[in-house]
C-alpha cells in the first residue's frame, strides 16, 4: 500500500500558486519524497525529490517539514498545461524501481 | 538524449492469447520497471530488472513475466490474457542521482485492449 495520504482533488486559478500537500507520517529515516505528474493518458513525469531538506528546481519547490512527515509541492504560477495528476511518493534510494503509487491529487487549473 | 521508448503503443488482443511489450532505457540506465495502470486500481508496480536479473516484483500472477537483455532493452509478457489486462502498461529506466534517490522516466506506455 502506498505510503502517503493527498487529497483526491484541488482546483487553482490560472497564474496562482498551487499548493499540494501530502501526508507521509510513517516514513523511514532513509526515505525520500518524490513527487511525479501525469498528465491525461502520458506516462508520469518526474518533478522533484527532497530527503530532508527543500527543494527548489526549474518546475517546483518542495517543502518538507521539519519531522518530515508531511510535505508540500509548490507551483509557482500554475498553467493550464499544470492540469494533472500529482503522485506523491516515499521510497528509497539505491536506484530501486519499485516505487509505489497512490491515488495521487487530481488538480485543475482553470482560467 | 532519446527518452524511454515502448513499442507497441497500442494493441488489441482477445482473451486467451499472450502479448509481447518492449522497452528501450534511456542509453546508460541498467534499471528498468514495468507498471500496469487501470481505472480502477491505479498504478501498480509490476517488476523490475537491472543487470539481466529480476531485482523486484509485484503482487501479480505468474502470467505476467518479463526479461532483460545484455543492452537493457526489456521485453514482458502476458500470457493467457483475460479482459481483466486491458490497461496501460508502462515502463521506465532509472538512473541514480544526489547521493542515492531513484529518478524514474517513463515511456509513453503501450495501451492493450483485450476483447
Known amino acids: 500500500d502506498a505510503k502517503t495520504t493527498q487529497p483526491p482533488s484541488m482546483d487553482c486559478a490560472e497564474g496562482r500558486a498551487a499548493n499540494l500537500p501530502c501526508n507521509h507520517s510513517?516514513?523511514?529515516?532513509?526515505?525520500?519524497v518524490y513527487w511525479y505528474r501525469q498528465i491525461h493518458s502520458q506516462g508520469p513525469q518526474y518533478i522533484i525529490h527532497?530527503?530532508?531538506n527543500n527543494e527548489t528546481n526549474e518546475m517546483a519547490s518542495l517543502i518538507i517539514t521539519e519531522d518530515r512527515k508531511s510535505s508540500t509541492l509548490i507551483l509557482p504560477h500554475a498553467t493550464l498545461r499544470d492540469t494533472a495528476v500529482y503522485y506523491c511518493?516515499?521510497?528509497?534510494?539505491?536506484?530501486?524501481?519499485?516505487?509505489?503509487f497512490g491515488k495521487g491529487t487530481k488538480l485543475s487549473v482553470k482560467p | 538524449k532519446a527518452g524511454v521508448t515502448q513499442t507497441p503503443r497500442y494493441l488489441i488482443k482477445t482473451r486467451g492469447q499472450q502479448v509481447t511489450l518492449s522497452c528501450s532505457p534511456i542509453?546508460?540506465?541498467?534499471?528498468v520497471s514495468w507498471y500496469q495502470q487501470t481505472p480502477g486500481q491505479g498504478l501498480q508496480f509490476l517488476f523490475e530488472?537491472?543487470?539481466?536479473?529480476?531485482?523486484n516484483k509485484g503482487n501479480f500472477p505468474g502470467r505476467f513475466s518479463g526479461r532483460q537483455f545484455s543492452n537493457s532493452r526489456s521485453e514482458m509478457n502476458v500470457s493467457t490474457l483475460e479482459l481483466g489486462d486491458s490497461a496501460l502498461y508502462l515502463c521506465?529506466?532509472?538512473?541514480?542521482?544526489?547521493?542515492?534517490?531513484?529518478?524514474?522516466?517513463f515511456g509513453a506506455g503501450s495501451r492493450l485492449t483485450v476483447l
Open positions: 542509453s546508460g540506465h541498467r534499471s
Open positions: 510513517t516514513i523511514s529515516g532513509n526515505e525520500y
Open positions: 521506465a529506466s532509472t538512473m541514480t542521482v544526489f547521493g542515492g534517490a531513484n529518478v524514474l522516466t
Open positions: 527532497g530527503l530532508k
Open positions: 530488472y537491472f543487470s539481466e536479473t529480476q531485482r
Open positions: 511518493i516515499v521510497g528509497a534510494g539505491g536506484s530501486q524501481g519499485n516505487l509505489i
